[in-house]
């Protein structure tokens, strides 16, 4: 899964990613996010957040800690994916999601993966 590595602006290395979610071993009926939350940052970097979008194949390349495809922090990451059906909204209907409720949150998500 890994790809090549970035840095820039005083800010700490990043590694670029690419990989594919699966939706029950198949694809998406929509397109969704992928949010990596830090479990624990490889040793000397700091924890940090990173967001990927992904196609309806499941499909992403463009992960983005600080700057649009920048990459992400080496390090654990505790994965939380959204795909909606109706998507939150403002005063609008509830939200449904393709999604079980457990992978929605990194609090109850038990899928992880680590970034060297």
């Not at 090549?4 to 990989?19: A, F, L, M, Q």
């Not at 194949?57 to 909606?84: K, S």
């Amino acid at each position: 899964m890994l790809v090549s590595e970035g840095c820039g602006r005083d800010r700490p290395r990043t590694v670029k990613i690419d990989g594919r979610v699966t939706l029950d071993q198949g694809d998406w009926p929509a397109s969704g996010e992928i949010l990596f939350l830090p479990v624990e940052p490889a040793a000397g970097y700091p924890r940090h957040n990173a967001v990927a979008k992904f196609a309806t194949d499941g499909a992403f390349d463009r992960v983005t800690t600080w700057e649009e495809g920048d990459g992400i922090v080496p390090g654990t990451y505790r994965i939380a994916i959204t795909c909606w059906k109706t998507p939150p909204q403002f005063n609008g209907p509830p939200p449904v999601s393709w999604v079980d409720q457990r992978y929605i949150a990194g609090s109850t998500s038990d899928k992880e993966v680590e970034i060297t």
